[in-house]
């Protein structure tokens, strides 16, 4: 059975930083499109970065430059790297997986039809 438990979420002022960690069982990260989603209250879930088993990867244009998705083998962890966070990342936070990447305007019903949630885990920015 697969599972995926995120770490690391929590709150920060704006212009802070945090790194959210996904542990997987079940699943070798490298096999796998995985990325994170967010959704805030009273909103639509909206992707925030994946990436390709073969390392490619693709984000909302909200977080260009901001932030960076990265996985450790060692751990079989995908790590998402937040750094100069604005009030409107508030969000809980979804670590996913999906055994390929569909384009980005396809990604949410992929991972929903096809994929492997988390969670979440609540990131909070104060202005």
């Known amino acids: 059975q697969v599972q995926l438990v995120e770490s690391g979420g929590g709150s920060v002022q704006a212009g802070g930083s945090l790194r959210l960690s996904c542990a997987a069982s079940g699943m070798t990260y490298s096999h796998y499109c995985m990325g994170w989603f967010r959704q805030a209250p009273g909103q639509e879930r909206d992707g925030v970065e994946v990436?390709?088993?073969?390392?490619?990867?693709n984000h909302d244009e909200s977080v260009k430059g901001r932030f960076t998705l990265s996985k450790d083998k060692a751990k079989n962890t995908l790590d998402l790297q937040m750094n100069s966070l604005k009030p409107e990342d508030t969000a809980m936070y979804y670590c996913v997986a999906v055994g390929s990447c569909a384009s980005w305007s396809y990604l949410l019903p992929e991972f929903l039809l096809h994929g492997t949630w988390g969670q979440g885990i609540q990131v909070t920015v104060s202005s």
């Open positions: 990436i390709d088993s073969d390392g490619s990867t």
